[in-house]
Structures are given as structure tokens and as C-alpha cells.
DNA sequence: GTGTGGTAG
DNA sequence: CGTTCTACCACAC
């Protein structure tokens, strides 16, 4: 209470929201494709550098954004392969948001990049509770369809899945729903702490799904705000889940909440909301530096660090005075509210729904060195190219005969324009924009060059660009010469002298066209999830005696980022990584399962049959029954 | 509506 | 720190 007022505002615990987090992304889209990769070393790369790989790559000292000289050296047998095109990962991106979309109720299902999304399951969780038997919590069935109470999975209610934060304490689950003899801050902690539970069992399904049928891993978190998830994912990479459990309210006593005593701990910077810039401004202001840069590379002497705790309970600081601090002109307003709140764990964004077309398409292309006309003519007619595909790839959409199977949005490849169907623009970019980025000048004296900043133009898109009857490599060279080269002579007015270290051209400014552009708003959850069904049949499990790959989330074996000696733990045979087809028999050969969960018991009961059955078997029993009944 | 700057992965 | 290739938002003009 006197907490509160302290921090200004209050935290609100009633979503339960999961961040998901694809393991090195880029390299398993590789893997996906070509599933012998999984056991070697393998580096994603991008110009001169890696720019993500694998963990059999970083257990051999790799690791991101690493020149690949020097990662050659390290590895010489290392695989690497070329990321630049960025098409396969986008298309992937989109596969497994769609996948993940499916069963989510509240259609808030948002996209960070290609390799994260949250989800809020609010809703999902709420019904789930009232369907929890009070007296058999450990036989609980979480129904993922309000019309169909066979659709969904079976799990034990009384314990957490995967990890908790902080670790728990064996015995220490709840194994009862609260009553209301408890003081109501007790009820409101142990109502909250149940909701956790069923989202992190329904997390822990959503990840095993990804895995089993589609054959990506992740690294889940499970709180009750975008930031929380987010930040407390991370704490068991990868291919872990982590819950924060609660207290997340400060109790009678003054004792520190969980949330707290997590978010604390974290160095300012890597709070998702405070970049490098405001990260420093807070820095100087706790560390009574000025603005001065950092000492830098001086080894052995950063004593930078600062954490959120040393930030929220520096003397006199507040949201106003973090306003004072971070504000001025080019600051958002309110950000000193904005950022006090995240170094209290309060985050009340919402999970945002779905959006079908983007803001914005751009394409760029990083030069160590260009500088002449006919340079810049030829690398924009190949951005342009770039740009008129990608225009038709994201903004159009194929009216074909065959409407009724919609199986096709669940593929990495949307439409392909087949024969004849109707192209149709979902939107139409109204702006084009030209972006450079010069190389610092050649500065005479001692001066230090100004940082590197992008400068840019932009005019109306010209109506040709739309045109779907011409041809579209003539249309990106009619753009170059009729839009890209004007603009880039009011950015570079000079004939020469200029050297330039980036392009960058954009599509911007999408006018959505009436009746498309739906937000998913339109969308029938229960259709969505049959289609899904379809595509599943496709990955099912034809022999429900051979396990599915099973997951391991070992906290001990999996934390090699920095280990320079492979001990025994660690180099043991991974029932993921050995698989041969991504997302079929592959299994545990000695059949020991080694993670802290999916710990088979006895067995379960189908719900609908009364059959027992080991836990793994029952996503594939139960789709047997929705596909029977 | 146009251009810059900051955020994110 | 910055290396890459994006995407989105907010502000100032």
C-alpha cells in the first residue's frame, strides 16, 4: 500500500501472458529443412559475420555475431551457411505464428521479430479454472475448445511446469484451490498463483507442439505482463519454460515481492523498453558521471554495472525525476512514468493482435564501399527488384475457386500465383522512401568524424508500381529511374565526394483496400483450430506405441554458452538433436526420459475412454478422438 | 505529410 | 560498441 505510492502507479496481475522464444532461430530454420545439421556445428552467416548458430556450435566457443575469421579459427569444421536472404526466415516466422495463432482465443498473438511471440490466454486460463475439480486437481484436462471438451490435454494441476521462479522447494506446490477463510491479498496471491499453473502447463503443451510437429524448439516464459514473460523466459535457455510465481504484491510485513526481487537484479539495459540511450542517462545519473562516455576497454575496471534495484532505490529517485532526467526534445512524453513503471516490473501493454498486412516493407544492402552513379544505379535496381517482390509476396492476396480449403495459411509458402488467380492488392503503399547511410567524411583534423546516421527522402509511390499487368522487373526498372534516382539526387545533390555505407529503399504508408486488412478480428476460432487439425494429420504420429521426440530441459546439460570444456553431462545423446525427421519417430533411445519434466507417472486416463495411457501418448489420443467423434 | 531518432530482435 | 537486415513508434517540423 505504502508501496504504491511510492512506486506511483500499481501493477495489475489479472492477464496470463506467454512469451515464446525460438532456440537460435535462424539455424533452425536450416535444421528444419535438412534435420543431419542438427548434430554439427552450424553458423548462420551474414556478410562478415555470424550471426547466429547453433548450441552444438557454441559449445565448441561460438557464438553470435562472431567475424567468421574468427570463427573459423575456433571451429574449423564448423558448417556455414549463407543467411542474407532473409525470405525462408520470414516465411518460417510466419508458419509457426500461425500454428501458434490457431488455438489462442483471444487472438492476441503478437510478433517480436521472426523468433518471438506473446500470446495472452487470459481468457483461456479463466475457464480452465472453473473447470478444475477441487478435490482431483492432480487429473486435471485443460480444454483448449469451449465446444469440444475432448479437445485438449491432461495435466496435474497441482505442480508448475517446467521451472518456477523462484526455484520451488519440493513440496512446497499447492495442492488445493483457495478458500475464502484466507485474508483476501492471500486469496488474491493463491488465485493468481493457480492461473500461473495452468499457464504454464498450457505454454509447456504450445512448446512440445512446436517441437513435435513442426520441429522447433523454444525458450517459454510465463507471467502476467508482456515485460515479465519476456524477462523471465530467459532465465533457463534454451528449450526451457520458466514461470515467476508469486508474491507478486509486497506483503503485510514489507517482505519484497518476487517480481521485485527478479527484476532487480537484472542490469538496467536489459530491461525491453530502455535502450542503449536511456540506459546510459540512467547510468551517469546513478553513477554521478555526467553524460561522460564509459571508461571502455580499460580491462579490469568496469565498474558500470548498474542494476534496476540500485536504480529504483536510489535516494530521491521517482518517476518525475526520471522524467527530468530522461526527458527533452525527441523524448516521448511521460517517459519518466514509462520507465519507473518497467523498473517496478509494471507493464500494461497489451498483447496485440494480429495484423495481416505490415507497415511497412523496406529492403536494404550494407557496402563496404560505394561511391560512384553507376553504382548506386545498379545496387538500386537490384533493391528495387527486391522491394516489387516483396510487395507482391506480403501485400497480395489470390482470390483462387478452390475457397474452401484454407489449409494453405498454415504453409511457409503462402500463395504461389498459380495459373490464373485473381491478384488483389490487401494494401497499397502510398510512399516510397530512399535511406542512406554515409561513411563518416574523411575528417582533416584530429576531429572525430559525427556518428553514423541515416538520412532520408521520400515522394508518393508512383501508381505504375501497382500495376499487376506489367511485368515486375520492368516496373522495379521504371522505379529506379523515375523515383529512386530523383531521390537520391535530393539526398546526394553532390556529383561525387560522397561514399556511401548503406541503402535502404521502403514501401510505407499502407492504405489498406476495403475488406481486407482484417485484423483477425473476423476470425472463428473453432474453424481456425480444425484447419490446424488438418494440417496436423499430416505430422501425426502413425504408431502412438514409438514416444515422440521428447523434450529435455535439463537446466543443468543446457548452459554451455560459456563453458569452455564439454563435460560428460553435457555431450550425452539429446532425443531432439538426434532426430532424424524433425517431427516424427525420433525417441530417447535408452527410453529414460532426463528432464526435470514430463516426468511420465503411472500413466493418465483419457477423459473420453477411460484408456491409460503414458502423458506423451495423449495429444495423439485425443486427436484420435476428435477425428472419430 | 516528411524526416529523424530510438526501440526491438 | 559495432558488425546485419529489418520493423514499428513517437516526435518535431
Same mark, same amino acid.
Not at 255 to 259: E, G, R
Not at 475 to 480: E, G, M, N, P, T
Given at each position: 500500500m505504502g508501496d504504491d505510492r511510492r512506486i506511483g502507479a500499481k501493477r495489475k496481475d489479472d492477464r496470463i501472458i506467454i512469451h515464446f522464444d525460438y532456440d537460435c532461430f535462424y539455424a533452425s530454420v536450416f535444421e528444419a529443412e535438412n534435420p543431419a545439421l542438427r548434430s554439427l556445428p552450424l553458423a548462420v552467416q551474414q556478410k562478415q559475420i555470424i550471426v547466429t548458430c547453433n548450441y552444438e556450435a557454441r559449445r565448441r566457443g561460438l557464438h553470435k555475431l562472431q567475424l567468421i575469421r574468427e570463427a573459423r579459427k575456433v571451429c574449423p569444421d564448423v558448417i556455414i551457411v549463407l543467411g542474407e536472404d532473409l525470405t525462408r526466415f520470414r516465411n518460417a516466422s510466419k508458419a509457426l505464428y500461425n500454428f501458434l495463432r490457431a488455438p489462442i482465443w483471444s487472438g492476441k498473438v503478437e510478433r517480436l521479430g521472426f523468433d518471438e511471440v506473446f500470446v495472452d490466454v487470459t481468457d483461456m486460463v479463466a475457464y480452465n479454472v472453473e473447470l478444475l475439480?477441487?478435490?482431483?486437481?492432480?487429473?486435471?484436462?485443460?480444454q483448449l475448445s469451449r465446444d469440444d471438451p475432448t479437445l485438449g490435454f491432461s495435466y496435474d494441476a497441482t505442480s508448475i511446469a517446467g521451472y518456477a521462479y523462484p526455484s520451488t522447494i519440493m513440496g512446497e506446490s499447492v495442492c488445493r484451490l483457495p478458500t475464502s477463510s484466507e485474508s483476501p491479498s492471500v486469496e488474491a496471491e493463491d488465485w493468481l498463483r493457480i492461473r500461473l499453473i495452468l499457464g504454464s502447463h498450457l505454454a509447456q503443451y504450445l512448446r512440445h507442439q512446436l517441437d513435435e510437429q513442426l520441429g522447433y524448439t523454444?525458450?517459454?516464459?510465463?507471467?502476467?505482463?508482456?515485460?515479465?514473460?519476456?524477462?523471465?523466459?530467459s532465465v533457463n535457455k534454451p528449450k526451457g519454460q520458466t514461470t515467476l510465481m508469486p508474491p507478486y504484491r509486497q506483503d503485510a510485513n514489507g517482505?519484497?515481492?518476487?517480481?521485485t526481487t527478479?527484476?532487480?537484479?537484472?542490469?538496467?539495459?536489459?530491461?525491453?523498453?530502455?535502450?542503449?540511450?536511456?540506459?546510459?542517462? !540512467?547510468?551517469?545519473? !546513478?553513477?554521478?558521471r555526467p553524460g561522460e562516455f564509459d571508461a571502455g576497454l580499460i580491462y579490469g575496471g568496469t565498474k558500470e554495472k548498474v542494476s534496476v534495484g540500485d536504480v529504483r532505490n536510489f535516494p530521491g529517485l521517482d518517476r518525475n525525476r526520471l522524467e527530468a532526467i530522461l526527458g527533452g526534445p525527441g523524448a516521448p512524453q511521460g517517459i519518466g512514468t514509462l520507465v519507473w513503471?518497467?523498473?517496478?516490473?509494471?507493464?500494461?501493454?497489451?498483447?496485440?493482435?494480429?495484423?495481416?498486412?505490415?507497415?511497412? !516493407?523496406s529492403i536494404e544492402d550494407s557496402y563496404i564501399r560505394l561511391d560512384t552513379m553507376d553504382e548506386v544505379r545498379k545496387e538500386l535496381a537490384l533493391l528495387a527488384k527486391s522491394l516489387v517482390k516483396r510487395m507482391h509476396m506480403d501485400l497480395l492476396t489470390y482470390d483462387e475457386d478452390d475457397e474452401g480449403d484454407g489449409s494453405d495459411e498454415f504453409r511457409a509458402d503462402q500463395h504461389q500465383p498459380t495459373q490464373q488467380s485473381r491478384k488483389k492488392w490487401m494494401a497499397q503503399p502510398r510512399i516510397l522512401r530512399l535511406t542512406t547511410r554515409p561513411r563518416p567524411p574523411p575528417n582533416a583534423n584530429g576531429t572525430r568524424s559525427r556518428t553514423f546516421n541515416r538520412i532520408s527522402r521520400s515522394g508518393p509511390m508512383p501508381n505504375f508500381a501497382l500495376n499487376l499487368d506489367e511485368n515486375a522487373d520492368s516496373?522495379?526498372?521504371?522505379?529506379?529511374t523515375e523515383a529512386l534516382i530523383p531521390l537520391f539526387r535530393k539526398l546526394h545533390p553532390e556529383k561525387s565526394g560522397w561514399n556511401l555505407s548503406l541503402v535502404n529503399i521502403a514501401a510505407t504508408n499502407?492504405?489498406?483496400?476495403?475488406?481486407?486488412?482484417?485484423?483477425?478480428?473476423?476470425?472463428d476460432i473453432g474453424r481456425m483450430f480444425k484447419r490446424q487439425e488438418t494440417v496436423l494429420k499430416e505430422w501425426r504420429v502413425e504408431d502412438v506405441d514409438i514416444p515422440p521426440s521428447i523434450e529435455h530441459d535439463n537446466g543443468i546439460d543446457n548452459h554451455v554458452e560459456d563453458q569452455r570444456e564439454v563435460s560428460c553431462e553435457t555431450s550425452e545423446k539429446n532425443g531432439t538433436e538426434d532426430a532424424i525427421e524433425p517431427s516424427q519417430e525420433s525417441y530417447v533411445e535408452d527410453g529414460e526420459w532426463d528432464g526435470d519434466e514430463d516426468q511420465p507417472s503411472a500413466g493418465i486416463t483419457c477423459s473420453v475412454?477411460?484408456?491409460?495411457?503414458?502423458?506423451?501418448?495423449?495429444?495423439a489420443h485425443w486427436r484420435f478422438h476428435s477425428l472419430e467423434g
Open positions: 475439480n477441487r478435490n482431483d486437481l492432480q487429473h486435471s484436462f485443460f523454444s525458450t517459454v516464459g510465463t507471467s502476467t505482463s508482456k515485460l515479465l514473460a519476456k524477462l523471465v523466459g517482505l519484497d515481492s518476487n517480481v527478479f527484476v532487480d537484479a537484472h542490469d538496467i539495459g536489459r530491461i525491453p523498453g530502455i535502450g542503449f540511450k536511456i540506459a546510459q542517462k !540512467i547510468r551517469s545519473h !546513478i553513477l554521478g513503471g518497467l523498473i517496478n516490473g509494471i507493464d500494461d501493454t497489451e498483447v496485440g493482435k494480429a495484423r495481416s498486412v505490415p507497415r511497412q !516493407i516496373v522495379a526498372d521504371k522505379l529506379v499502407m492504405a489498406e483496400t476495403a475488406g481486407e486488412g482484417r485484423d483477425g478480428a473476423g476470425r475412454c477411460n484408456a491409460l495411457m503414458p502423458e506423451w501418448a495423449m495429444t
